[in-house]
């Protein structure tokens, strides 16, 4: 129990159900609860007792995902949970807001694929995995863009709801107007 309530974000989803579980079946106990009250907290009771399994499968996936891949945390991505694979490439969730634990929604789902900050190298991705790899990040500088040639990863950012960003509104699907970084042309 003590690793769950000391093992991050995630746990604390957890734990609220058990608090509401407990004080559900406490007000049951009492003196004065009709039997029609009781088998309605029951009720209550096995619904967040079914949620708490899901969540608790939740986190178990989530803990072996993250086990595979180290988390990338940049000053300029704190609006992101980050990770990498062993292959460099990048997965990403990003969220609506800077402060983790304010955020509300996930917006998009990231994937960036090692390259440089070439033209080249775009349009390279682009012909290999399809449109939209607008963004480019270079890791070592902490920076979108870069300088040229620079090594880093390109972004496509796949929004996975309906909202409006500061370029306009967004829809579901790959966001091909997600913070543009122009390549320049690279020397061959």
């Known amino acids: 129990m003590l690793k769950l309530i ?10 609220a159900p058990l608090v509401v579980g ?10 004065g609860v009709s039997k029609e009250e009781a088998a309605a907290k029951d009720r209550q009771i096995q619904d967040l007792q079914t949620q708490l399994a899901s969540v608790q499968q939740d986190s178990t996936y989530w803990r072996q995902l993250t086990a595979l891949m180290p988390p990338v945390e940049l000053r300029s991505m704190t609006d992101h949970r980050a990770y990498m694979l062993p292959s460099g490439v990048l997965l990403a969730l990003h ?21 440089r900050f070439c033209k080249q190298d775009q349009e390279r991705l682009e012909k290999q995995y399809g449109a939209g790899f607008t963004h480019f ?9 870069g300088a040229p040639g620079a090594e ?17 509104h967004v829809k579901p699907g790959v966001d091909a107007n997600f913070m543009p970084t122009p390549a320049p042309s690279c020397p061959a």
């Open 22 to 31: 407990a004080l559900f079946a406490f007000a049951a106990c009492s003196q």
């Open 152 to 168: 880093g990863v390109w972004f496509v950012h796949v929004a996975v709801r309906e909202f409006d960003a500061p370029w306009g």
């Open 95 to 115: 969220f609506d807001d800077m402060d983790l634990n304010q955020a509300k929604n996930l917006n998009w789902v990231a994937w960036g694929v090692p390259g």
């Open 137 to 145: 990040h270079d890791l070592k500088g902490d920076t979108h863009g």
């Open 6 to 15: 000391s093992g991050g974000w995630s746990s604390r989803w957890m734990l």
